[in-house]
């Protein structure tokens, strides 16, 4: 059973940081890319980062040179370094984990993110 668990959102004010982690089970992580979504109150859910399992990654424009995606293997766990955090940032992120014969998406449950201007 594949289990993606998402954890460290919170309330943090404008101009601070947060780290997500995501923390996968139940497939052979190293073989998976994997991403960060968000979706804020009454938006549609859009990319935040992705990361290949070779370790290519990708940024929405909103978020590059404030956001770093990264993952580590042996922890079964990817993580969105989030910096500068602005109002607008204010989503609930969600982990998506994709798997590489399929293409089929696993999502974890979210967390909460509120950035206070």
């Known amino acids: 059973q594949v289990q993606l668990v998402e954890s460290g959102g919170g309330l943090v004010q404008a101009g601070g940081s947060l780290r997500l982690s995501c923390a996968a089970s139940g497939i052979i992580f190293r073989f998976y890319a994997m991403a960060w979504y968000r979706q804020a109150p009454g938006k549609q859910r859009e990319l935040v980062a992705g990361?290949?399992?070779?370790?290519?990654?990708n940024y929405a424009d909103s978020v590059k040179d404030r956001f770093t995606i990264s993952r580590g293997n042996a922890k079964n766990t990817v993580y969105l370094q989030m910096n500068s955090l602005k109002p607008e940032d204010t989503a609930v992120y969600y982990c998506?984990?994709?798997?590489?014969?399929?293409?089929?998406?696993?999502w974890g449950q979210g967390t909460q993110v509120t950035v206070s201007s």
């Open positions: 990361i290949t399992s070779g370790g290519s990654t």
């Open positions: 998506q984990s994709i798997n590489p014969l399929t293409k089929y998406e696993y």
